[in-house]
């Protein structure tokens, strides 16, 4: 089991509709990201979160809009995707912002859009 | 960018030999990471190796870092078929990049 909880596992939605994907962990860390991996691909950053604050936003489009309520959660809100958008997404965090940091993952949300 | 060439794309090795995963990389690094990924499964850390350091161990894994080449490499001993997964090099940067970003990954099969 991982320390990084995400959910649903799986999400199917068409391109009109506006859904979340959340993200989860209890070990205390000040940075969480939002990754994106295509099949055979490596994972490619979104967004960095350091102390509940966006602090990378890696030129995503506007129709993911991410949110930090608080240090143990991580939102990732899509409204309106396009099928190129179907993915993994992967959440992550560590103990504090910086690449000299080890990052956990969760298992990620498969989403397919149609 | 400074993402990373791995080779060999994909490497498939009886049970119990050894497998090495090569890491290339384009510019200066503080730090390279190596992480591993089963089919249908997150990330999960490895080994962090700094760019004063030369060789690093944990268990089976061995992991080497030559900075003159900007090239590391991944042993792993005694390969088991549990050790079947997708493995990927990660590079920060050499300026307070604030960011990791990995490398094309090797998928590894063990054959039992």
């Known amino acids: 089991d991982t320390e990084v909880t995400q959910t649903p596992k799986h999400l199917v939605m068409g391109m009109t509709n506006k859904k979340s994907l959340k993200c989860e962990q209890h070990m205390g860390h000040r940075a969480m990201y939002w990754y994106k991996q295509k099949a055979k691909k490596p994972p490619e950053l979104m967004f960095v979160?350091?102390?509940?604050?966006?602090?990378i936003n890696e030129s995503v489009p506007s129709r993911f809009s991410p949110e930090c309520p608080n240090s143990s959660l991580l939102n990732l809100h899509l409204h309106a995707l396009q099928p190129e958008d179907s993915a993994l997404y992967l959440c992550?965090?560590?103990?504090?912002?910086?690449?000299?940091?080890?990052?956990?993952f969760g298992d990620g949300t498969r989403l397919s859009i149609l | 960018s400074q993402q990373g060439e791995e080779d060999p794309q994909a490497l498939s090795i009886q049970e119990g030999e050894n497998a090495t995963m090569n890491c290339s990389y384009k510019t200066s690094i503080n730090n390279l990471q190596w992480y591993r990924q089963n089919s249908g499964r997150g990330l999960v850390h490895l080994i962090l190796?700094?760019?004063?350091?030369r060789e690093k161990h944990s268990g089976r894994l061995r992991v080497t870092l030559d900075t003159s080449k900007k090239s590391s490499s991944l042993l792993i001993t005694a390969s088991r078929a549990a050790d079947t997964a997708s493995y990927f090099c990660a590079t920060d940067g050499r300026f307070g990049n604030e960011k990791l970003t990995f490398g094309t990954g090797t998928r590894l099969t063990i054959i039992p």
């Open positions: 979160y350091s102390y509940e604050k966006l602090s």
């Open positions: 992550a965090s560590s103990q504090g912002q910086g690449p000299n940091q080890p990052q956990h």
């Open positions: 190796i700094r760019s004063n350091e």
